[in-house]
């Protein structure tokens, strides 16, 4: 697997006093920082995860008193000159830094400035190996708001003036962290932090960003300028590969269950859904249908025939997804050759890591994903024992990895050293042994934590194991946005919580009866309300899937009140496909993620700085879901620089103003921007079934466009197709046109539906 380019390709090497600066482009608006203390560490090459080659092509470097100089057509790059040090003070010699100083500053040509001030390398021992603890502070300025590095779930938006832990950790108080080191700034730019060792970064704190990693021998990182958001990340897909199209299968009802105990229980669950006329197209089989974790086998006591079930699946339009873990039991068949190997994670003795000290989850040792072979034997064992009985894609669970690697050791060196890089090298491993052994075969793996780059492996993250609360609900929505304002776009959360729902006693009287509901302790009874408004979110999330650790989890065990409202939306989100399903390819094509916070759209409104609980669902879609139990109301911002159109009234409403909008249990509040072109299909059983358009559905107010976008939903052919068919807007002649034939075969003019007229 390459993650770093053969060779480091820097512009120039400078040398202030000492620290050796290496300036490295590759782009007119993304270049690449390294500053240490000797030149072949400042010029060695980037990190994991970065895949884009240095590019010098329109660089030019000078050198002038103020320093020496970088400039392309994006921006200007100074390494400013330091005066020759003199002899220390006497406060100096107690409190200054050893290190000589380095002041670099980056300026765009409207004027914008992203200047570090200064670096730190502050030698400690970890983990047994002399290191140092490596930094950067850059200013930040008083207006300025920042997004991004990856899944935080305390609950707020806006990471500015907060000190954030940039770590995988499983067992985080508010829920699972996640780290990708990608800062955004509501300046149009971005800081990549090169460095996979445990992180804390300071936003906007007193007036600086702080940057602090624990392992590393020098201070790394990509600055990333843009004139508008989007740019962002295309450039963040330029330096770590792009977000693969998803099977379109991936877009439709994904059904799980922590767990179904037998091949019987899971196909009467399909079943279930075919005979209630309702739409699903995967369902997944969780742990503990194996003997032993780390058997890599499917229990033929409670499975007798997985080969067979599968191929009624696939005979009613549905794939399954199977999850696969990276521990092994010491009884189970593999441990000992892995371990004679080194295949596995080691203790500082060399002996395998099994179990965890802090939990009573003791059992497995975590396969060494960061050794290429080892990587490969476990994607060739997982296609010969379990792929081979038909099933369609994997799980990848537990990459985090919850084996916690702080104080042990992978075959490439410290676990502490690498802490963040273990998603990236695991879903990486699967996902290039199957782009080789099913070449035309679109990949998709559920991962619940990623590291940078690890969207290229066509991985859909999740939230991980969040609790069944109203609090836990809250807390996803700007947990989300963070997440995709890091490049990680196709994430999502467990609906309804996975955590057995238990749940406090109802502050407020229930809006749906509970009578029926299977899947909750009895006394939760507002439980049915908090599964539908958790639903409503994940229709506008990128995928919609169904977990979690209760008896039931299909549509029908929340009870009979909840279940005709749960279905409506199911429906709702299988005729949104064709709207979904083309922003996923801008996706690809782009980088830009279709979940967006309402700062990406909206920059010029700065009352949407800090809005973590509204956002946008691709350029149409406004989502404001209702997160607190009872509620019949909703307070919403409507963002300034047009006009919204209530989805369900079809009421206009000016921008720039809140309004308390309507929010029956059967309603999330919905707001679509005036211009939008909204596709909208057929009922099908599943994307299985080809989805013709029941109408195209324009809101008048200024012009607008729109894609559509169609192929097979499976093979790798997306890659080469065109992007699809571009539709227009002409408000002021008020016409819809298309630029060629829609991916349908059908009319155009019988499916328009101008809203209001």
């Known amino acids: 697997m390459t993650t770093v380019p053969a060779v480091a390709q820097p512009m120039a090497t400078v040398d202030r006093h000492g620290s050796k600066v290496s300036i490295e482009p590759y782009a007119p608006n993304i270049v690449r920082v390294t500053i240490a203390l000797d030149t072949g560490t400042s010029a060695g090459g980037a990190g994991p995860g ?93 207006d300025e708001h920042f997004y991004g590095l990856g899944q935080n779930q305390e609950g707020i938006l806006d990471l500015k003036g907060r000190t954030i832990d940039c770590k995988h950790w499983y067992d985080a108080p508010a829920g699972e962290q996640v780290c990708v080191p990608y800062l955004v700034s509501s300046k149009r730019y971005g800081i990549m932090w090169d460095n996979p060792s445990a992180l804390t970064v300071s936003p906007g704190l007193h007036g600086k960003t702080r940057f602090h990693s624990q392992v590393g021998e020098r201070v790394s990182f990509f600055v990333v300028v843009a004139d508008k958001t989007d740019d962002l990340y295309a450039g963040y897909a330029k330096l770590t590969g792009k977000t693969p199209l998803p099977p379109k299968a991936a877009f439709g009802l994904i059904q799980s269950k922590a767990r179904y105990e037998s091949q019987q229980e899971l196909e009467d669950v399909a079943n279930g859904y075919r005979a209630r006329n309702l739409p699903l197209d995967i369902i997944v089989l969780d742990w503990f249908y194996w003997t032993r974790m780390g058997q890599i086998d499917i229990d033929r006591n409670f499975f007798p025939d997985p080969k067979g079930m599968n191929d009624r699946l696939h005979a009613a339009g549905m794939e399954s997804i199977i999850s696969v873990w990276p521990r092994f039991e010491q009884e189970s068949r593999y441990f000992n050759m892995l371990a004679a190997k080194g295949w596995l994670l080691k203790d500082k003795q060399g002996k395998a890591v099994d179990g965890l000290p802090f939990r009573s989850d003791r059992a497995g040792a975590l396969i060494d994903s960061t050794n290429p072979e080892a990587r490969g034997w476990f994607w060739n064992t997982v296609r010969d024992n379990i792929l081979s009985q038909g099933f369609d894609y994997l799980w990848l669970d537990e990459t985090e990895p919850d084996l916690v690697p702080t104080g042990n050791f992978y075959s490439i060196g410290s676990g502490d050293r690498y802490h963040n890089l273990y998603p990236l090298v695991h879903t990486m491993g699967v996902a290039e042994g199957a782009a080789r052994d099913f070449p035309n075969k679109r990949n998709l793996i559920l991962a619940r934590a990623a590291y940078l780059g690890a969207q290229a492996s066509g991985s859909l993250f999740w939230s991980s194991d969040v609790e069944s609360t109203w609090e836990a609900l809250r807390r996803q929505v700007p947990t989300g946005l963070n997440m995709t304002a890091s490049g990680i776009a196709n994430w999502s959360s467990d609906t309804g919580g996975w955590q057995y729902p238990q749940g406090p006693k109802a502050v407020h009287p229930p809006l749906l009866d509970p009578a029926g509901a299977t899947a909750m302790n009895p006394g939760y009874v507002d439980y049915p309300e908090l599964f539908v408004r958790w639903f409503q979110y994940n229709v506008f999330t990128p995928t919609l899937r169904l977990h979690g650790q209760r008896p039931g989890s299909s549509l029908w065990d ?28 801008q996706t690809y094509e782009t980088g830009a993620p279709y979940m967006r916070p309402l700062w990406m759209d909206f920059a010029g409104d700065p009352n949407t700085a800090g809005i973590g609980d509204e956002y946008m669902f691709g350029p149409a ?38 309004i308390e909008t309507a929010a029956p249990i059967d309603k999330m509040p919905l707001f679509v921007r005036a211009g939008s072109i909204v596709p909208l299909g057929e009922q099908v059983p599943s994307t299985a079934t080809r989805q013709m358009l029941k109408e195209l559905r324009v809101f008048p107010g200024r012009d607008g466009t729109a894609m559509l976008y169609d192929d097979d939903g499976r093979t790798e052919a997306y890659k080469k197709a065109a992007g699809g068919v571009a539709l227009r807007w002409d408000d002021r002649a008020g016409r819809l046109t298309a630029a060629g034939k829609l991916p349908t075969g059908q009319a155009l003019e019988p499916l328009v539906r101008v809203v209001g007229r």
Request: cysteine-free; hydrophobic content about 40%; glycine content about 8%.
């Open 621 to 658: 879609f406004l989502v404001a879901p209702v997160t607190e139990q009872g509620a019949t109301t909703r307070r919403v911002y409507l963002p300034a620089g047009t006009e919204w159109y209530d989805w369900w009234t079809n009421a206009r409403h000016p921008g720039g103003t809140w």
């Open 558 to 585: 929340f009870g009979r009140a909840a279940e005709p409202v749960l279905a409506d939306w199911l429906r709702l989100r299988y005729a949104l496909i064709p709207y979904i399903y083309p922003l996923a390819r």
């Open 50 to 142: 970065i895949i884009a080659q240095p590019d010098l092509a329109g660089w030019r470097h000078s050198t002038d008193a103020t320093g020496d100089i970088f400039t392309s057509g994006a921006m200007t790059l100074t390494v400013k000159a330091q005066p020759w040090p003199g002899a220390p003070s006497q406060m100096q010699r107690y409190f200054a830094s050893s290190l000589p100083p380095v002041s670099v500053s980056v300026r765009t040509p409207d004027g914008r400035e992203i200047a570090m001030r200064g670096w730190e390398m502050a030698p400690h021992t970890v983990n047994g190996e002399a290191t140092f603890r490596a930094g950067a502070t850059f200013a930040a300025d008083e």
